[in-house]
């Protein structure tokens, strides 16, 4: 079991050390500190190849696809068949290691290494917010970027809100897929009850013209249908009791077969070959009994088919004595004989309908049921993003807190619709329209459930009024999307919570997208150093910035943080490791086949070797400790 240490809880999570196995850096170790940790030294010497390996490790890989191939190339060419081991310590105390070997998934081991079943993807440990060379100007274009650096302040909540919006959208698509098939049956089935009335209106002819014999007759009729009936259920029932035995006749034995394919010869002869041996003869005891079971429920369903079999016999006696009587009684009554046959098809017609009407009702009873369960989704559904974005505008308001007027944050509930939008294209791709125009104007003019509203109740006038279709367009929509699944979907799709970051320059505020490349930087990387619990890692993030913005912004962001963040920069400017009083320095060098690290320390234990990285030698080393007083 993981193991607490009172004197490291309370302030965030923290990667104690990286070490690596074969490959480029094979052998080496970094023994991090919880605060300032700058990896340093020439080009070519391994700094990138760190803290990529710990992205690796750490399962927290870019999910732009070029991004991702890049980080797994480097990953597959440096680490050559080895392994990275990152040792963690959770804000809560506890310790665990976490190992990767090159192409395998994520082994988190606790503190006496074995294994445990915490899984990385799903938030089992915490976020390590890592940016590779030219990320930090990437999020400044991107809007969903810019989502998630917000997010990542609240990593542990918004994954957990996103977790259950993913459980109800699930939940939500299996409701989906119940409604759909009983709709479509009652609604075949309504188009089959039209006929009823006529029906009906056909029988009460017959009543009229039965003069004296008329009650005689109808009451013969009316007992021939009832029989008709009967008739049914009794096949209904001996079709129920079969179905019930093939289904279960079907589970007997299953476990027991399925487990002679699990479990092989060479499993139980491994070295876990008694755990298995357990698990298998626990399952075949398993099986066994609900064999056993099983058994029982055949001999019951037998007996009880016997049961049926025989009072059915005595029923068909009944009805052939009834239906003797009735020929009588059309024998005594000549003159209906003529009409007996039309009544009789009538009538049976009569009674498949009524039958019909009867199912349709239970449909519509399974129906109800399912959609109340679905406005119950629906309301948690937007409850959930509601409480998403409470947490994200409270996010925005600390960072704007903390660093207006310079920088500005906002954000726009339900502001992106581009989920939506593609969505429509979709579902119009067939009918000839412009469909980008199209969605577009639909997009602007509807929420997505007010559409699917619009569609259901066939309001094609709606959307020539509030979209500006014309009356081609509004019928074409309607014939792609009535009865379809996009109108399930239009109750689900996500319209994404929209960011904006802006930039005072000189008085004026610009959108990070209007931005130059040092601007952006400018931009993302002041709220990239706000308080989070999670380690910082930015592979050189002096890029696209003059000095002065490194000492003015930067470095004094770096002072308050770093007694309560984890930061792990990969830099070749030395101003951040000196100027920021780096609590760790580790310096590289490589001959060209592998890295290793030629020194590690405080800023004065590994001075000399920042000298030689620094622009004006040791006279400017002294010149900057001297001035900023570090």
Not at 525 to 548: F, G, M, T, V, Y
């Amino acid at each position: 079991m993981p193991s607490s240490d009172s004197t490291e809880t309370g302030k965030s999570h923290q990667l104690k050390s990286v070490s690596v196995v074969g490959g480029f850096l094979d052998g080496q170790r970094f023994d991090l500190s919880d605060g300032l940790n700058c990896v340093i030294g020439a080009r070519g010497t391994g700094k990138t190849t760190v803290l990529e390996f710990v992205r690796y490790a750490m399962d927290a890989m870019p999910t732009d696809g070029a991004a991702r191939k890049r980080v797994e190339s480097l990953v597959e060419q440096n680490l050559a068949g080895g392994r990275v081991e990152v040792a963690v310590r959770t804000k809560d105390g506890l310790a665990y290691t976490v190992s990767r070997s090159a192409g395998d998934d994520p082994v988190v081991l606790d503190e006496i290494r074995n294994p445990t079943d915490i899984s990385l993807r799903s938030g089992g440990l915490f976020k390590v917010d890592i940016f590779s060379q030219n990320e930090v100007e990437a999020i400044a274009d991107q809007a969903s970027s810019q989502l998630d650096l917000i997010d990542n302040f609240e990593a542990d909540r918004i994954a957990g809100i996103e977790h259950r919006i993913r459980t109800l959208k699930a939940d939500l698509a299996g409701n989906a897929s119940k409604i759909t098939p009983l709709q479509q049956k009652a609604d075949s089935i309504a188009e089959e009850l039209n006929a009823l009335p006529g029906l009906n209106e056909k029988l009460k002819a017959f009543t009229a013209e039965g003069g004296d014999d008329a009650a005689a007759i109808n009451q013969a009729h009316g007992l021939k249908a009832l029989r008709d009936r009967e008739r049914r259920a009794v096949g209904a029932t001996n079709d129920l009791l079969a179905e019930l035995y093939r289904a279960i006749d079907g589970c007997a034995g299953h476990i027991g077969q399925r487990l002679a394919t699990i479990f092989t010869e060479d499993m139980l002869k491994g070295p876990n070959g008694a755990l298995v041996e357990e698990l298998r003869l626990g399952l075949q005891t398993c099986s066994d009994d609900v064999d056993r079971l099983l058994r029982d429920a055949l001999e019951r369903i037998r007996a009880e088919g016997e049961t049926v079999a025989a009072k059915a016999g005595k029923l068909d006696l009944a009805h052939k004595q009834q239906e003797l009587k009735f020929q009588e009684l059309l024998e005594k009554h000549k003159e209906a004989q003529g009409k007996a046959a039309e009544r009789h098809r009538l009538e049976k017609l009569r009674n498949d309908l009524m039958a019909k009407q009867r199912e349709r009702d239970q449909l519509l009873e399974q129906l109800k049921a399912l959609r109340d369960e679905r406005a119950r989704l629906l309301r948690q559904l937007s409850e959930l993003r509601d409480e998403r974005f409470g947490i994200r505008q409270g996010i925005v308001d600390r960072i704007n807190a903390a660093l207006s007027p310079t920088i500005k944050v906002s954000i726009i509930q339900f502001g992106n619709p581009e989920e939506y939008r593609a969505l429509l294209e979709e579902a119009l791709k067939d009918n000839r329209l412009r469909r980008n125009v199209v969605a577009a104007k639909v997009v602007n003019a509807f929420w997505p459930a007010e559409l699917a509203e619009v569609v259901k109740q066939r309001d094609a006038q709606a959307l020539i009024d509030k979209a500006e279709l014309n009356a081609d367009q509004a019928d074409k929509v309607m014939a792609a999307m009535v009865g379809s699944q996009v109108l399930f979907d239009l109750e689900t799709i996500e319209l994404i919570d929209l960011p904006k970051i802006e930039l005072n320059d000189n008085g004026t505020l610009k959108e990070t997208t209007s931005l130059s490349t040092g601007q952006k930087c400018t931009t993302i990387l002041p709220i990239l150093l706000l308080d989070s619990e999670n380690p910082l890692l930015i592979d050189q993030p002096e890029d696209n910035l003059d000095n002065r913005f490194v000492f003015e912004t930067i470095v004094e962001s770096i002072g308050k943080i770093k007694q309560r963040r984890q930061l792990i920069f990969v830099t070749h400017n030395p101003n951040i490791p000196v100027l920021g009083d780096a609590d760790k320095v580790f310096v590289l060098d490589s001959d060209g086949t592998t890295a290793r690290k030629v020194s590690e320390g405080t800023v004065d234990h590994c001075k000399d070797h920042i000298v030689t990285l620094l622009e004006g030698g040791a006279d400017a080393f002294k010149r900057r400790k001297a001035r900023y007083s570090y």
